[in-house]
């Protein structure tokens, strides 16, 4: 089968990829080897979503799919298998384990008001513009809702100034232009021209992270906590066989817009880690009692895998961090691995199996 019109359409604001034909060609026989293999409805789900966003999280899961296959000794992949109410995303059986995994994108959704009303105004004050084109954003921290009306404003009589983007080396690629209020730079845009060349200039890639200077600003550790708690408590109801010896449950989660995740993922599972002394008096490292994987909190689940943000459609091999449930310590040690090149991460230290 043919895919390429829903790669080039439910893909269209990622230039990276519609632009390029080695892309779009690797990810058709993608599709259709995974068609041929019995993930009919893992390719339709990708195929039917036209929303961009929404169709990247299943080319995500197209990409665990295609990373638990590697696996010689994998044996009875299912993808949302039929027989459950409310399936996990993959079903397998690893050396006589069976496995239940969730597969989630873990978003920033503190900025999501901001993306939203970028969205909104953008094709309210846009869409009837002549260029064929997509608009791309990376905001600043520090744009408010009270700057939308001046910004779009200047976009509507500036339009004519600005050309497409010629190279994608960078985020936004290149040329790319700036909005600044006060000399501070607060949006930082692109255009990239549409394959069908229909009028109107519409939303694509809108970026919520980072600084002026391209330095990452730190996280916000609070929203990190509840954005992770809120995709364990949507995961667990998918994951509801008993964990054991011969039963493994696990999410596997990438972060989207939490760049360097990893190293705050450990304090919000396990809990913050203070310095206190022990009896003897000598200093000591302790973890507070806040963590998200405590006794009888989410012990449904064996762990967590953290693949990094960078991890895209087309890498090749398997990147990720799997931090243990401690409540499951001494049966995961007995179980298989289902990507060999995961490292495993617990409360106290961090080390690969």
């Excluded at 390429?4 to 892309?23: F, H, K």
């Amino acid at each position: 089968m043919d895919f390429r019109s829903n790669i080039l359409t439910n893909l269209r604001i990622y230039p990276g990829i519609v632009e390029n034909p080695d892309c779009v060609e690797t990810l058709n026989d993608v599709l259709n080897q995974l068609s041929t293999l019995g993930f009919v409805h893992l390719v339709q789900n990708f195929c039917t979503q036209p929303d961009p966003e929404r169709a990247r999280d299943f080319l995500f899961e197209i990409w665990v799919c295609q990373m638990l296959r590697r696996n010689q000794d994998m044996q009875d992949l299912q993808y949302e298998p039929p027989e459950s109410k409310k399936p996990p995303d993959f079903r397998f059986r690893l050396h006589g384990v069976n496995f239940d995994m969730q597969v989630k994108r873990l978003h920033n959704v503190t900025n999501e008001q901001t993306k939203f009303l970028f969205e909104r105004e953008c094709r309210r004050h846009l869409s009837d513009m002549p260029k064929p084109w997509f608009i791309n954003f990376w905001v600043s921290d520090h744009f408010m809702p009270q700057h939308l009306n001046s910004f779009f404003a200047y976009l509507k009589r500036s339009v004519d100034q600005f050309s497409c983007v010629t190279t994608l080396k960078t985020l936004l690629g290149e040329p790319q232009y700036s909005w600044k209020q006060n000399d501070e730079t607060l949006v930082q845009f692109s255009f990239t021209e549409k394959r069908d060349k229909e009028p109107g200039i519409f939303p694509g890639v809108i970026s919520l992270m980072g600084t002026e200077s391209d330095l990452l600003g730190p996280i916000d550790t609070a929203a990190f906590r509840r954005s992770v708690e809120r995709l364990l408590r949507k995961s667990r109801k998918s994951l509801t066989r008993p964990v054991s010896s011969m039963q493994a449950n696990l999410l596997v989660m990438q972060s989207v817009h939490f760049l360097f995740s990893d190293k705050t993922m450990i304090d919000a599972l396990y809990g913050d880690e203070v310095i206190g002394f022990s009896k003897n008096k000598a200093p000591k490292s302790f973890r507070k009692p806040n963590g998200l994987f405590r006794p009888n909190k989410f012990s449904n689940m064996c762990g967590l895998i953290l693949v990094p943000s960078q991890v895209w459609a087309f890498s090749e091999r398997f990147e990720g961090d799997y931090f243990v449930h401690p409540s499951h310590i001494q049966i995961i040690q007995c179980h298989p691995k289902p990507f060999h090149e995961m490292m495993f991460v617990c409360p106290k230290a961090s080390y690969q199996i």
